[in-house]
């Protein structure tokens, strides 16, 4: 494209399925519950149908898939993690062995896990058959966004391009949910340098403890994200260079993945911070794309609430979690299937002889009248 | 007893096993994931420890129980519940043939579900095997708490006795956890009437739309459990006549069975507006009782923030759900047994080869020195 931007690639979002949500809505004005009183999980079932479709708003989900993508960060030279960055490499290690909070989580909710080498510096060791594995490595992870871009736009246009492919596979398997997540020391910072460029929001607001840094290490991380918002001097109407200069090979990859799943009509679980900022990025690309995202929880990155602002997200969960690896994302696929199923097997007031909300007022002495008692119902 | 009270058939409430806690504690530092990055689910882990002991921390929640109470109330007859008194039985019998919400939730969750008939006004219709279900009938719902007392000491303590026999059969059948609801149209009501007499507080401060409400008739049910309050005048430091003024046949049987499940030390999981009013009971009770709670979700009626203040329980939800049956205590299962799982199944940065967190500082260039990065772990 003569501007350099992907975003056409994206262009065949399909709008929301505004018949299956309203049908969806008056199916919940029926079942045997006063109205409105399954709060989020009604909003979330008509969210639900509108990504997927009038044929599939009732389908459990049962295809779970979850993709983690992972990939080093030169800026975590710069001391902005409270872990060395061989940890990355030993974490995909750990997550291929079945050691990692993800493991445990994926066969909790009988969930697919695939785990994406985008650019881990150094070898990961090849045991472990816990996870799906792919190695699809473009560089020995990012250079120092403090001091030059992170990525060339080539390879942050062929990262994208990997979390796309991986998005048609799943749609290939029919998957009815995806929980996106990510390993990468240094990540942190990246994301709040995306984040400030992206929302134009200075970094002290967006840029928090990430692992659990002191004072003195936040105070630097916050100073780096600020030498590389002067050195690179993002345009936010060009995500595409943004996410180049700021981002990282993973948060590259879920860009695509994220997209390219709406695109699909499959519904994405968003985890934190950086799965928020990949999102933030996607959705410059894609102004369509937030309404078929779900926020599977709320991190306790600081930037991670104007994030979910930004993109209108509601999260699911709020349990002060900051591990990543999807984990936020996987926790809040149970309540997800919770709407469905509700929605597809409750009865109906009808169907189960319940009377409905009364409509009429008390008598003068407070006594409701006999019309109330008879049963009809108010709730079609 | 001399004073009338209920307290000492509690009084062998064991300590927490705070040897327990802190193996917990210790266990969770060193597991493959930042210090605390777990949040939420680490402070369950640990309080689950505490309540189940050191043999069972890390045993996951398989087995998983469901208690529902119903009983009518005569203060329906005072307009205070957008639906009629009918369907109280009506959705009993729902639940029954397997069409409530909490028949969805239960078999999503795999929990066995009882549903407890404690007083239900006209005859429960006996169709339907998709809930264990029991008759327990104590009287023919409640009396008029805003004219007379809705219960006799006699019939509350009965009711009392019910719910501590089902927890001791529950803890005979070796269960993991249990979540507690109720059905009782006109019982938001009681709750109200309950928790403004036991946290001294004005009726409009823990008074909501119940159902759903509107202005009038929230107004109406305002003033009604301020005619009740300024009629028994109920005194805090005597909760059982409390609870026999203003409660619920229902939520008499939730006092005796949450308290007597702590005795058993098995973790109680509460719903709503109307499990809080029963625990407020069981703590004025059994002073040790609300560390051995969990606050399945935050619900919309404002009386339930008021009520987890008072017991210092944060929810693990907060969905806007107001539905009752147990639902809000029931999502939270898979919640709470991702506490136990990863606790249990998580790899240890030494078992995983996995460098912990540095506690040095980065040199003069920023860079962590040689010593970040041989992978000495800082977590033990």
Do not use: W
């Not at 736009?153 to 398997?173: F, N």
């Not at 929302?199 to 100073?223: M, N, S, W």
């Amino acid at each position: 494209m003569p501007d350099g931007r992907v975003a056409s690639p994206f262009a065949s979002l399909a709008p929301l399925d505004i018949g299956a949500m309203d049908a969806v809505r008056a199916r919940l004005g029926r079942l045997t519950k006063p109205a409105g009183s399954l709060g989020q999980l009604e909003s979330l079932a008509v969210q639900l149908a509108g990504i997927r479709g009038e044929e599939r708003a009732t389908r459990p989900l049962l295809r779970r898939s979850i993709v983690v993508m992972a990939a080093d960060h030169g800026v975590a030279a710069r001391g902005v993690s409270a872990y060395p960055a061989a940890v990355t490499a030993q974490m995909v290690a750990n997550m291929r062995t079945g050691g990692a909070a993800i493991n445990v989580l994926a066969r909790m909710v009988g969930a697919d896990l695939l785990v994406v080498d985008l650019g881990v510096a150094g070898a990961v060791p090849s045991r472990g058959s816990a996870a799906r594995f792919r190695s699809a490595r473009i560089a020995d992870g990012t250079r120092d966004l403090s001091v030059e871009p992170a990525m060339t736009r080539a390879e942050a246009l062929a990262a994208v391009d990997i979390g796309r492919e991986i998005a048609r596979e799943l749609a290939a398997d029919d998957v009815d949910v995806v929980a996106v997540g990510e390993m990468g020391i240094g990540n942190t910072t990246a994301a709040s340098a995306l984040t400030a460029a992206l929302t134009v929001l200075d970094p002290g607001l967006v840029t928090g403890r990430g692992t659990g840094l002191d004072d003195l290490a936040l105070a630097r991380k916050i100073a780096v994200v600020r030498e590389a918002l002067a050195l690179h001097r993002p345009d936010p109407a060009d995500p595409c260079a943004t996410l180049a200069a700021l981002g990282g090979l993973e948060i590259a990859g879920l860009v695509g993945l994220i997209a390219e799943l709406a695109v699909a009509r499959i519904p994405v679980v968003l985890d934190g911070f950086i799965t928020g900022a990949a999102a933030l990025v996607a959705a410059s690309l894609v102004p369509s794309l937030p309404p078929r995202l779900i926020a599977g929880h709320r991190s306790v990155e600081p930037g991670h609430r104007v994030q979910l602002e930004a993109l209108g997200l509601r999260p699911v969960l709020d349990l002060d979690l900051r591990l990543g690896e999807a984990s936020g994302a996987i926790l809040a696929i149970p309540i997800l299937d919770a709407a469905v199923r509700l929605l597809a097997e409750m009865a109906t007031f009808d169907s189960a002889g319940v009377a409905g909300a009364s409509r009429a007022r008390p008598g003068p002495h407070g006594r409701p009248s006999d019309a109330d008692r008879t049963g009809s119902t108010a709730l079609g």
